[in-house]
């Protein structure tokens, strides 16, 4: 069944407007060709999905490198920069010209809450924006708010995720997409996008930890039926590990890239090394902040004393989640099943077609396959 995101941006806003504006399914005959683009402080990262027979495929796909201090933290520094870029994933598209795409977790606020069953959207959107004083640090006038349904039950009322972004940071990335020639259709949080690519959405799906482990920071969030109800960030990724076993071991990036992948945390005689323990330093860190994140939100109880968001897993992706031994590691610390997911499961069974991307490197893919997805 679709599930509306709606939001607070009117009409007569434009192309901007536009990429918000999710009220009514268009009928799929209708719907174009999109790619799904993740942007990340390091790169672009595309993909475009399309269907085939019964199943999908992948059309084309790759990534592009940024300049350091184009985008720093999820915020766009150099907007000619970027739009420059962005020019270029264009041509590379072909005849693909629209586009899904994610905005960064570090500016969002996102948080669950319950409205009376079978509530009109406009009712909706006054109760959230009523909420918002107590939840977000900045007036509704300066903000964009979207809301998924969770969980619908006539006596309990529908459960929705909300997510809210700054106004500006949002129309900054409209404008970069605008000015390259990229017609976006819709803007979200990059949870949502990795929750739509990893998760069954299915009501007996249990609550799970996603952790987004990148090169430079790593995203947390937490997923109710594969919709975001927290997300949060720290500066903890894969970057400070290779430069460390390059400065250490005298080897060159892709050389601490494959020790990082071949060996990690387990040398080949399971003894300690150098390169094993400069690994553990950074893994134990992010170990630690998988652990008390999974802890506070397992732990929650309601004013009856009951667990209200029992999470039951750990679904570990991103450009750095391949280190040998990670998962196993963070297991034992979490005392919760722990995997890496497979990112494919909502487009093709893999008995019918073989992905392009291989398993590691797809990880790294997870965002922009959710936000093919979302045009599919």
Not at 146 to 167: H, K, L, Q, Y
Not at 197 to 209: K, N, R, V
Not at 291 to 315: A, F, I
Not at 344 to 364: A, G, H, M, T
Request: charged letters at 25%; hydrophobic letters at 40%; proline letters at 6%.
């Amino acid at each position: 069944m679709w599930v509306p995101e709606v939001s607070s941006i009117s009409p007569k806003n434009g192309s901007f407007a536009h990429a918000f504006a999710r009220w009514f399914p268009t009928p799929q005959l209708l719907v174009p060709r999109s790619a799904g683009i993740d942007i990340s402080d390091a790169s672009i990262k595309w993909l475009v999905i399309v269907p085939h027979k019964e199943s999908r495929r992948v059309l084309t796909w790759s990534s592009l490198p940024l300049e350091p201090g184009v985008v720093v933290e999820g915020t766009i520094r150099n907007e000619a920069a970027l739009t420059e870029a962005l020019a270029k994933v264009k041509d590379r598209l072909g005849s693909v010209a629209c586009a899904h795409a994610a905005l960064p977790e570090e500016a969002a606020f996102v948080f669950n809450m319950h409205v009376p069953a079978k509530s009109q959207r406009d009712q909706i959107l006054q109760m959230i924006e009523f909420e918002l004083e107590g939840r977000v640090p900045i007036p509704p006038s300066e903000a964009v708010y979207d809301f998924s349904i969770i969980a619908e039950n006539e006596a309990a009322g529908t459960e929705i995720g909300v997510v809210v972004f700054p106004r500006d940071l949002s129309e900054s990335y409209a404008r970069v997409f605008d000015a390259a020639g990229i017609e976006l259709l819709s803007l979200e949080i990059e949870a949502r996008s990795i929750a739509r690519a990893i998760s069954s959405s299915g009501a007996d799906e249990p609550i799970t930890l996603a952790v987004d482990f990148g090169l430079e920071r790593t995203g947390f969030a937490v997923l109710k039926h594969g919709i975001p109800i927290f997300t949060s960030t720290v500066a903890v990724g894969g970057n400070p590990i290779t430069h460390a076993l390059m400065e250490k071991l005298s080897i060159s990036r892709e050389e601490a890239e494959e020790f990082k992948n071949r060996e990690g945390l387990l040398s080949k005689n399971g003894a300690k090394t150098a390169g094993t323990e400069i690994v553990a330093n950074t893994i134990s860190v992010l170990a630690g902040e998988v652990t008390k994140h999974y802890r506070y939100w397992d732990t929650r109880r309601n004013d009856k004393g009951e667990r209200v968001t029992p999470v039951e897993r750990v679904s570990i992706v991103g450009g750095s989640a391949n280190i040998k031994g990670l998962v196993d590691y963070i297991a034992e610390r979490v005392q919760a099943p722990t995997e890496r997911p497979n990112v494919w499961q909502n487009v093709c069974s893999f008995e019918e077609y073989i992905p392009p991307i291989d398993r590691k490197r797809s990880l790294q893919f997870a965002t922009a396959i959710g936000l093919a997805l979302r045009g599919m």
